[in-house]
């Protein structure tokens, strides 16, 4: 089990672990859910501890213990003040180890996340995203909601879920990360005295890569007030070289500066919508760029038209140098003030330590940026000429 440590001054420390296996791991429709369920019922007993004691283990001295799940990954992690470490690991590996769900805590865990899957089809600029996935990632273990179905969910007992942290709790397969003023030295002597007797054998991840799908334009009718729109395409994985020059593409077109290609065109030059947003998302094969907007029914044709109009631009060669080189100094300067999130920052690390097998600083990522030629991006916007889509109005 491989450790990383990044060592920074303060009071607040951060330590959990990072595991390989996500919502892409169930392979079967009756297990669909089965990761997010898990990783929420860890908190509801262990063969140590009662639910209550364990939500104010760390709650007692300030800090917090959190979790969640992505197609890929789980995260299980605490943020406490300096001086809690070994407070911390203990009980986290307590949850990884010992976990026992409880027949009573998870009958009342299923009511919850019942009640948060029916909270998303409430929330259509939420679900949408679950509904595109599904069908971009159709026929593949990727095209499922994290959340499972209120029918998968009611089939998870205690020993479903004990049998899959133990399948998949293993720990070549997990990262114990940790940020703070601590020294290596000392990490290490805490993980290991927590987390070495861990002895789960291995279990082989089944991940297959998506097969293809035709380019649709669907329309689903949910009596909205206005039109929920998802313009996106499949793109490259974490693996892919060219990912540096997809994020800053997605970055130029949508990202969170007022002065985005896409804010420019639909919010400020027309008043179409309220916010519109891309985003490139990465996993071990394969990856995702979206685009989200909400608009008027009357305008939802030709806010798809700007979008469209705006990509084609780019990928004709409507970029120079000078205009790339504005791009780059300002994705620079995000990543620089995103780096100051302690809490973000050494999740991310856990994340490249379990699939690179090391840490990159941030000088090599701004590199790789400042590397990236007028002619990747255009080859990165020709990628995404071609978006399916997905209404909901």
């Known amino acids: 089990m491989h450790i990383v440590h990044c060592h920074r001054q303060g009071e607040v420390e951060y330590c959990g672990v990072a595991v390989n296996a996500g919502s892409r791991d169930e392979l079967t429709a009756d297990r669909y859910g089965l990761a997010h369920f898990v990783e929420h019922t860890i908190f509801k007993g262990t063969t140590h501890r009662k639910s209550w004691h364990i939500i104010n283990r760390m709650e007692a001295v300030g800090g917090e213990l959190n979790a969640y799940t992505t197609k890929e990954e789980t995260y299980v992690y605490s943020t406490f003040p300096k001086g809690n470490l070994r407070r911390a690991a203990e009980l986290i590996s307590d949850l990884v180890k010992r976990s026992s769900f409880p027949v009573t805590e998870i009958d009342r865990e299923r009511d919850v996340v019942a009640d948060e899957i029916n909270t998303y089809s409430d929330i259509p600029s939420d679900g949408i995203y679950d509904d595109f996935e599904d069908m971009i990632f159709a026929g593949s273990s990727l095209g499922h909601n994290i959340l499972g179905t209120v029918d998968s969910i009611s089939g998870f007992t205690p020993e479903v879920c004990r049998q899959y942290l133990d399948s998949f709790y293993t720990p070549r397969q997990m990262i114990f990360f940790y940020s703070g003023p601590t020294q290596p030295r000392q ?194 916007a020709q990628q995404l000429t071609q978006l399916s889509v997905l209404t909901l109005r």
């Open 187 to 380: 990490v290490e002597k805490i993980a290991g005295e927590y987390f070495g007797t861990l002895s789960f054998p291995d279990r082989e991840r089944i991940r297959m890569l998506p097969p293809e799908v035709m380019q649709f334009d669907n329309v689903k009718e949910i009596s909205s007030h206005q039109s929920h729109v998802v313009m996106g395409a499949r793109i490259g994985g974490l693996f892919d070289s060219g990912r540096y020059a997809m994020a800053l593409l997605t970055n130029i077109l949508g990202g969170p500066g007022m002065n985005s290609l896409l804010n420019v065109e639909l919010r400020e030059r027309r008043g179409l919508v309220y916010s519109i947003d891309a985003s490139a998302s990465h996993l071990t094969d394969t990856g995702l760029f979206t685009i989200y907007f909400g608009c008027d029914h009357d305008d939802a044709s030709r806010c798809r038209r700007l979008v469209v109009n705006t990509i084609d631009r780019i990928a004709q060669g409507g970029i120079n140098e000078r205009r790339l080189a504005q791009a780059k100094r300002q994705y620079a300067g995000q990543l620089v003030i995103a780096s100051v999130n302690a809490e973000q920052t050494t999740l991310s690390q856990g994340r490249s330590m379990l699939y690179f097998g090391t840490v990159a600083p941030l000088s090599a990522t701004l590199e790789r940026i400042t590397a990236v030629t007028v002619d990747e991006i255009i080859s990165s």
